[in-house]
């Protein structure tokens, strides 16, 4: 039998079995998925990554919306939990000056 090494995102969320993966990552992946909140959150032009672009704003209308709490410092600690790391611009040198944007990376 040949042996077909799958792509790694296969393997960790395969198409049809949506049913194990954890609850908070199947929402924050319809959330920046969805065309409908881009202003708020949305993939970054790669799509490696995903930008938060109003925090205030993204922890007022939509994290209750998903998550029930507006508390954005929970939901960022959640998404260290699973792995997820802010992104450090280079062209700002460190952290963005303006708190507002956030960008956020996986290893996967």
Known sequence: SVNVMLPVMEIIMPQQALGNVPA????????VDNPETDEL??????????IIKN??????????????H???????RQ?????FHKV??????????DR????FAHLY
């Not at 507002?100 to 960008?103: A, H, R």
């Open 24 to 31: 908070f990552l199947a929402k924050l992946w319809k959330m």
């Open 41 to 50: 959150i949305s993939w970054s032009e790669e799509g490696t990554s995903f």
């Open 55 to 68: 925090q205030p704003e993204f922890a007022h209308s939509l994290l209750p919306y998903y998550y029930k």
């Open 70 to 76: 507006s508390n954005m410092a929970s939901f960022v």
């Open 79 to 83: 998404l260290n939990m699973y792995g």
């Open 88 to 97: 450090l611009s280079v062209e700002s040198g460190g952290l963005k000056g």
């Open 100 to 103: 507002d944007e956030i960008e």
